[in-house]
């Protein structure tokens, strides 16, 4: 994928506050770690501990398949369960590591912005949305879809909206100010330049087949269906700021 773009910070006026703090590198918010730590978990299990066939058991009961939700194969409780526990696996090492990467990057400034009960909700439903367009693309597909990029993808649009403005006053990256316009960031050269180079990388892979290191087809459906819904509807999860 590309590299994010800059983002443009917001420093404080020098008669309005000190001097920010640097912010460790490794600083992760603890929501985040929770989420690399449970990704990270669920793959050493599948690789290490768990025999072939019980591997089978956890793909089959984990990750998202869309035709058991066209009405071909009946009921299941795991119905309910797996449009959010796929979010929590991962293909193979390239895949996970590629992922906690992205996710790193865009997770901490979002969850030290909205808090963790909110950030958890926002994996959830951006993951949730990541599936509902895949299987409405397509609804008789067999093949299991895992993987964090869709509800990743949906932090990016996040991103967007909040311009990639990044706070560092509290000595924690957050992203800043009140979520732009649409139509601001629509206008925002640096924005969609990020954006464009994303969504053709996103339709490269998935199209072309192209992604170096991951074995299976790229879900792109699901990285769009991610974004969409992390970028129209951040508000409904957004933090408001306190008045001054």
């Known amino acids: 994928m590309s590299e994010p773009a800059n983002p443009i910070e917001a420093e404080p006026q020098p008669d309005e506050a000190p001097e920010p703090r640097r912010e460790p590198v490794f600083n992760l918010p603890p929501v985040v770690l929770a989420v690399i730590g449970i990704c990270a978990a669920v793959y050493l299990l599948q690789q290490y501990v768990l ?13 998202f398949i869309p035709v058991l939700y066209t009405g071909q194969y009946g009921f299941d409780w795991f119905l309910f369960t797996r449009p959010f526990t796929y979010a929590f696996m991962h293909g193979g090492f390239a ?12 997770g901490s400034p979002l969850a030290n912005r909205l808090g963790a009960a909110r950030f958890a909700v926002f994996y959830a439903a951006t993951g949730l949305a990541s599936v509902v367009l895949f299987w409405a693309l397509h609804p008789y597909g067999e093949a299991p879809l895992v993987g964090a990029s869709g509800a990743i993808s949906g932090m990016m649009g996040a ?14 990256a957050a992203f800043a100010g009140e979520p732009l316009p649409i139509a601001v960031v629509l206008r925002s050269r640096g924005v969609m330049t990020f954006l464009g180079v ?20 790229i ?26």
């Open 159 to 172: 991103a967007a909206r909040y311009g990639f403005r990044i706070d560092r006053s509290s000595g924690q």
């Open 219 to 244: 879900a792109w459906e699901a990285h769009i269906g991610g974004f969409i819904a992390g970028f129209f509807g951040l508000r409904f999860f957004d933090r408001p700021l306190p008045e001054a």
């Open 95 to 106: 895949h996970i590591a590629i992922n906690m990467v992205w996710l790193a990057a865009f």
């Open 51 to 63: 025999t072939e066939a019980q591997q089978m058991v956890l793909l089959y009961d984990g990750a």
């Open 198 to 217: 994303w969504m053709v990388i996103n339709l490269a892979t998935g199209l072309l087949g192209f992604a170096p290191g991951i074995d299976g087809q």
